[in-house]
């Protein structure tokens, strides 16, 4: 029987074509991923996205972005040597490994951070004819609008630049200081301030300034770089201020605010100083916390109580900034101890949230006459402390409808009970 040679052949073929195919397909997926490598580089070079900064302390870059020059923006050549010139030469030494948890800096010499110096330098340095011609009357209404027991407790003065590079699209703040600052610790008469600074009405950025420990006239110096804004979308757009004070312990404490109203503020002309004097911070704020409704029910058999918050209504601004991002927290106690904590999901920018959100706690004894809950409603904030809007206490020493509500529950156990309460300041 003759031997079959064309398949021996055939067979012989195919490692050689498959070869051939697995060439080309490893040289195609090389090239389409070199082909995407350099459209993904490209878009990122020539895209711009809103609202980039930059946060410069004393020169020296906090948050480095990849910037298409060479050199950080952070204020022109000339504008750079006029300040240099303007101010002593002061010597500093910045380390970013020696910094502590706040962002401070040690103080290698005492008179480097001394606003006295400062003032003595710079005596005519914030009053400029500019500021008075740019700034329109409804910011000098907002600032200058004190009654008369405000007129009497000085919050201090807040000293700031503001500046745009309309080659970079670049929207630049310079907190330089504030001076004669409340103190809010009473037992050394001294304040721990940094300063919140947020782009309203937006409030997509909130960034803020470092600790300054133990002083009241704090010198900053740090400069806020924002990409991505148009010139005319300048002239809509607001800057809030707050002045804090902070506390290792507690919640920290709100010196004052400053708002600025950039409608009629000219920056084509260059750099603009300007200074505001801190105002109370929304004296109309107590006028009303809002309310709350919450439903209760107390199971003997299991010894559980569930707690359901359903919705809030009429809540006030937490500031100048807008709405508020409320969300509760709904602290337990058993003999005035926290003994379980819950909270519900965030919602943003509404003074009326609905939450719809149930918790269920395990009571550690057999009645609820050492039982209380707390309900604490907070307004959401990025990169700081959350501020309380009000609150609510449900037990059987609380007075008004807190205390009403929570002998129901008592006295109709399995019962779901559901009432709107009058929230309190925090």
Known sequence: MAPITTSRVEFDEIPTV????????????VSLFAWICCQRRSAKSNKTPPYKFVHVLKGVDIYPENLSSKKKFGGDDKSEA?????????PLHLDLEKRDLNGNFPKANPKAGSSSDLEAATPKLFTTETEKEAVSPESLKSSTSLTSEEKQEKLGTLFLSLEYNFEKKAFVVNIKEAQGLPAMDEQSMTSDPYIKMTILPEKKHKVKTRVLRKT?????DETFTFYGLPYPHIQELSLHFTVLSFDRFSRDDVIGEVLIPLSGIELSDG????TREIIKRNAKKSSGRGELLVSLCYQSTTNTLTVVVLKARHLPKSDVSGLSDPYVKVNLYHAKKRISKKKTHVKKCTPNAVFNELFVFDIPCESLEEISVEFLVLDSERGSRNEVIGRLVLGATAEGSGGGHWKEICDFPRRQIAKWHMLCDG
């Not at 750099?271 to 300007?274: D, F, H, N, P, S």
């Open 271 to 274: 750099k603009m100083l300007m």
């Open 18 to 29: 498959v070869g051939i195919f697995s060439a080309f397909g490893l040289v195609f997926t």
């Open 82 to 90: 006029k300040r240099k010139a303007a101010l002593p030469n002061l």
């Open 216 to 220: 009241l006239d704090p010198v900053f």
